[in-house]
């Protein structure tokens, strides 16, 4: 059986901070299935900054107490996205700093609602490879939570 020293074991759901966005402690699925991984989020208004497209949003965390963030980003892009229906969906996406373990790096997320979902944020396939892991889905909540001192490590 081959080893990779280099990747690091999570769970089928681990917990992430976003702290660009300034959110901690939130519970991320872990989805392979799907390439782009996604935030919950409503209100979302695309708006110009200093002649670059930027996005606001409010951002939902939580399932039991409901939180909510209002948070600003520069637009990556709109992505076009196929659910496990089917149903097409045009979706702001966004790039933020994601803090996982002691791991830290860039990931892409698309902006949509998921209010009838248990979890609010899904990891996808590419934040997976970009951060080097390997999934576990016979394990959850394998690596501990990122620290607080995280917010103030993005670059």
Known sequence: MKTFDHLSV???REWINLPELGMV???AK???GA????LHA???QPFQRDGEDWVRFTAHLGTLVQRRHRCEAPLVTVKRIKSSTGHVQSRYVIRTHLALGDR???VEFTLTCRKTMRY???LGSKALVDGQLVVNPALT???DKPSLADLSGAP
Not at 35 to 38: G, L, Q, R
């Open 141 to 143: 909540y394998v690596q």
């Open 42 to 44: 409503s209100d979302i």
């Open 30 to 32: 872990i989805d392979t």
């Open 25 to 27: 402690g939130l519970r």
């Open 104 to 106: 830290l790096w860039p």
């Open 120 to 122: 609010r944020v899904l």
């Open 10 to 12: 999570i769970g089928l």
């Open 35 to 38: 390439s782009t991984s996604c």
